[in-house]
């Protein structure tokens, strides 16, 4: 602190050089011209397409020919859509699973392993299905969710209810047991951020506890969960965003259906666009669900990691 | 200082100019593909043929070998597996300099969506060359005919019927049925066997049976389906439907969820037949099962006795050239040659299946006859739903018939649903 605080003056006493307005606008464009290429690739691959999918919402597009302008009808059309109810709900399912699930069961893991002697080697087969696509996992599951698959199989062997239930085919049973199947592949990148958490946890208040007598559960109710509580908002709010946009799954099992009941709004977006040809109106629900995705994160961040309820290390 | 500023600015310069040139020139990459060689080029070009059937890239490349012999020119098939995918990369190519010279699509209102604009070469001349020839029949005219001109060239016809294991049907003493009645009989025996009569699925051919049910019961309201002539909600197709649900709740189908394809369940006789195209020859001999000896395929009697002919419900898939085509002459020159015997024989005869040349010979003897009997106009030809109806009251069909699988005594809520599709379609069609 002493150094910096003798250093304070000097800098501040630093005599300014008198600038040439040439050599300004020089640097000014020099300046530009460094930044232009990211400035350009992000504008063409990124501001450009989201400006032409808005654009595209308000339109009537089959994909051939010009798009009509229809104003806001897209949007209205969405609102009064039969199955709305039911995408919304499997989308709020697929928010709430993803959270209870594989972030509840990622935290779990974290903090069952992170003291552990042998924790890598516990933690190995929750990370390995991370390394699958999302359509891989979907294959795989498709394998055990099928009728007379694996699962069926095994519930049937074990003499156990379910064996000849139709995973996949009934709401929300085939919502639930997707998620499950995402879950699979989902713990283990969330059981790598929470062990990041407690291996940078500071030891003292750790220690002060230990000393005033906390273990297990009052351990981890009363320390090390306030503790994690800025990386645990983060973890869930990278959660929400993932599973509001949640397609890969769910397309490869079931492609939204079998009559649309297993659809989100990611799903209702790909078949809108791709499947029914109307890539006006799924345009419009791609904008709706970024606007919902944003919302729903900023004001979740927001509230969770304001400094009223952040815990300072 | 200043000589150093100098050089960076000119680095950045430089850098910039490089990324923007080479982010311009990225299209630069369909050179490989053969899309920005001259058109006056012609003879001798290696054609990109673009399709959907990705499982289907060495019958391609066999035919290609011999357009290479025969023409000179080379069908080099890029084959995609996704169908949705597949239509989008077309649609955008029409936008880009990255074409197919030849693609798959397919007839009814895929196809004039495209000629109306403009995209799709005419092929009228090499139509009636064919039909002189006798490469082609009138039959077919009328489905790749569109405001009197003729558009692409059948790529392949099929014909829809029963595809059924001979060792589950000798097993029970059954035969391919004569009648309605015969066919209920196999549903009833199959049945007290354990054995599932019919294969479903509840993606993409979930319209297979309603079209069979009603183009077997009442073919002039399934055409009249098709121009909004007659309602889902008219008697007949409720009756359709009703029967339909009473035999998904007799258990005559697989659960429509099953993933394993259909040609294993009918090989290991999970399922003793599946209601498909012709085409589906190509799978079952692809899983080394033997027409004739492992597997037979029956038309579908009519459930309505007293229909003058039976229904068989046809379909044909069009190979089209852009107009705009990296290589249109050498593209309209191939489709000419594609309806030769020579190409049509390997064409079919690679894949076991029908060809739409009359002259092509067919291996498999039981397809031949079907053939040959449709040629002469023994059955009555239904375009297939898939084809017939308008794009958007098929999306709204097939995500409803999937749904009553599930649920066989939603059948009016889910007419109700495709009436409401169709409304809104010929609304603003009309």
């Known amino acids: 602190m002493t150094q910096l605080a003798d250093a304070g003056p000097t800098l501040r006493t630093a005599p300014a050089k008198p600038t040439h307005p040439g050599r300004r606008l020089l640097d000014g464009v020099q300046a530009w011209l460094y930044i232009s290429p990211a400035v350009l690739l992000v504008a063409a691959l990124l501001y450009a397409p989201f400006v032409w999918t808005v654009y595209l919402s308000f339109t009537r597009y089959d994909g051939l020919g010009n798009p009509s302008w229809i104003g806001l009808k897209n949007y209205t059309t969405f609102f009064h859509d039969d199955v709305l109810w039911v995408t919304v709900s499997n989308t709020l399912m697929w928010v709430g699973g993803t959270i209870v ?26 990370l390995i299905p991370y390394a699958i696509s999302g359509a891989g996992v979907a294959v795989v599951w498709g394998f055990i969710l099928q009728p007379h698959g694996a699962l069926n199989d095994i519930l049937s062997f074990l003499h156990l209810p379910g064996g000849h239930t139709s995973l996949l085919l009934y709401r929300p049973v085939n919502t639930i047991v997707m998620i499950v199947a995402a879950t699979w592949q989902g713990v283990g ?99 709706l669900l970024t606007l919902i995705a944003a919302v729903a994160s900023v004001t979740y961040l927001r509230t969770q990691l304001s400094s009223k309820r952040n815990v300072s290390w | 200082m200043r000589v150093r500023g100098r050089r960076s600015l000119l680095g950045a310069a430089l850098a910039a100019a490089l ?29 990109k043929l673009y399709n959907d059937k990705g499982a289907w890239s060495d019958y391609f490349k066999q035919v290609g070998a011999l357009a290479k ?46 000629v109306d604009q403009g995209a799709v070469a005419d092929t009228s001349k090499v139509w009636q060359d064919a039909i002189d020839k ?136 999970a399922v003793a037949m599946v209601p498909f195209g012709t085409w589906f020859n190509t799978s079952m001999t692809g899983e080394g099962e033997k027409p004739g000896t492992d597997y037979g395929f029956f038309v579908i009697p009519n459930v309505n006795p007293s229909l003058a002919k039976t229904s068989m419900v046809f379909e044909t898939g069009p190979l ?20 030769t015997p020579d ?23 039981t397809l031949a006859e079907v053939t040959k009997a449709a040629g002469s106009g023994q059955y009555n030809l239904i375009n297939r ?10 999306t709204a069909a097939l995500d409803a018939f999937s749904a009553f699988m599930v649920h066989p005594d939603s059948y009016m809520d889910q007419l109700n649903t495709i009436q409401k599709a169709a409304d809104q379609y010929w609304a603003s069609a009309n």
């Open chain 2, 134 to 269: 006798g490469y082609l029949t009138r039959q077919l005219e009328p489905y790749y005919t569109i405001n009197g001109k003729q558009y692409c060239v059948p790529l392949n016809v099929a014909y829809w019927g029963m595809f059924y294991n001979k060792h589950v049907f000798d097993q029970y003493g059954l035969q391919p049925p004569k009648t309605w009645d015969d066919f209920q009989n196999i549903l009833t025996t199959l049945r007290s066997h354990n054995v599932t009569p019919m294969y479903q699925t509840s993606t993409l051919f979930s319209f297979v049976w309603f079209e069979q049910l009603l183009a077997g019961s009442d073919p002039d309201t399934y055409n009249a389906l098709a121009t909004g002539k007659a309602k889902y909600t008219d008697k007949p197709v409720v009756d359709a439907m009703k029967m339909w649900a009473q035999e998904e709740k007799d258990g005559d189908f697989t659960d429509p969820s099953v993933k394993t394809q259909p040609q294993a369940l009918l090989k290991s006789g």
């Open chain 1, 101 to 126: 699930l594989p972030v509840g069961l990622g935290l779990f893991v974290a903090t069952v392993t992170y003291r552990s002697k042998r924790g890598s080697l516990l933690r190995l087969p929750f």
């Open chain 2, 343 to 365: 190409a049509q024989s390997k064409w079919a005869g690679s894949r076991d299946d029908v060809s739409a040349n009359p002259k092509a010979p067919i291996t498999d003897s």
């Open chain 2, 385 to 394: 739903y898939f084809e017939a109806a308008p794009p958007p009251v098929l």
């Open chain 1, 189 to 287: 990148v969330n059981a790598l951020l929470f062990l990041v958490g407690l291996q940078s946890m500071p030891e003292a208040p750790l220690e002060a506890a230990k000393l005033d007598g906390a273990s297990g559960w009052s351990m981890f109710r009363h320390i090390i969960w306030p503790l994690l509580r800025p990386l645990t908002a983060v973890v869930v709010g990278l959660s929400i965003v993932a599973s509001l946009k949640t397609f890969d799954v769910v397309w490869v099992l079931t492609q939204g259906g079998p009559g649309r009941s297993s659809e989100t709004l990611a799903v209702t977006m790909y078949r809108d666009t791709f499947v029914a040809n109307e890539y006006g109106y799924g345009s419009a629900v791609a904008v």
């Open chain 2, 69 to 114: 012999q025969q023409i000179g020119s080379n069908l080099d098939p890029v084959g995609y597996t996704d169908e949705n995918t597949y239509q989008a990369f077309i649609k955008a190519s029409l936008r880009t300099k990255v074409k197919p010279d030849l693609f798959t699509w397919a007839t009814g209102g895929q196809l004039k969506s495209l």
């Open chain 2, 320 to 339: 089209c050239a852009l107009s705009s085509a990296p290589h249109l002459q050498d593209s309209i020159s191939a489709l000419s040659w594609w309806l």
């Open chain 2, 19 to 47: 990324l923007v040139s080479a982010a311009c020139s990225s299209s630069g990459g369909s050179a490989n593909h053969g899309a920005l060689s001259p058109k006056s080029k012609t003879g001798g070009e290696t054609l």
